[in-house]
């Protein structure tokens, strides 16, 4: 069921946001699809190169990003983790499509700030974290979003600015996909952009901030 409703909201993405006049599309417009940086999991981030690059704010999606939401329940690792990238000079927050009351029972537990129901990609959301954080003279250039959805995350930061980490769906998952609207996968694999970030696989090119697709692909082709 979970699979069904992701594909219908990736649908209304590409007919209502995305997708119209695709072929006058050029490379430029789908970089914003191709994220900054691409990991299996939020552990295997390099947040010490995210500090060099002057990263302040790091707002994480939660379900089956930082949550499964099949369980909903915690990973043991998450809250220690939390706590180290705190420490590190990071401040944290949570950036959801979930429901309120989700969101900030898992805000309060890893005691960070939240957006509750975002409905991302819009751009309301990220608008949003800009203004909150202002005050405090966050910009744009010093945040990462990290979440598992090329079309809500990915896209929806990019088109904001906003440095774009891509993860797995953490938690088991039958063949660990990340979903992706069809006719964006055909458009990014006309432009060599598409480079198997579809399925888990041997040889993946997971690289860091600062690192391409590109030059990772290149160790396996």
Known sequence: MRIVQEKKFLCKIREEMIMPNMGMYDSMDLEMYVPDIYQPDVYKIDYEKLKEKGIKLITFDLDDTLVPKRTGKMPEPLQPHITK??????????????????????????????????????????????????????????????????????????????????????????????????????????????QKHHKNQVGDQYYQLGETQFQKVQLWR
Not at 158 to 187: F, H, M, P, S
Request: hydrophobic share 40%; proline share 2%.
């Open 85 to 194: 990238w705190k420490e590190m000079g990071f401040k944290i927050m949570l950036l959801s499509n979930g429901n309120e009351k989700k969101v900030h029972d898992f805000a309060e537990k890893l005691d960070v700030k939240y957006i509750a129901e975002a409905k991302k990609p819009a751009e309301r959301p990220f608008q949003k974290v800009l203004d909150m954080w202002k005050d405090e003279g966050i910009e744009k250039s010093q945040i990462v979003h990290v979440g598992n959805s090329i079309m809500k995350d990915i896209a929806g930061a990019k088109a904001k600015g906003i440095t774009a980490c891509l993860i797995r769906y953490v938690g088991k998952q039958k063949k660990n996909v990340i979903l992706v609207d069809k006719e964006l996968k055909q458009e990014l694999k006309k432009k060599n952009m598409w």
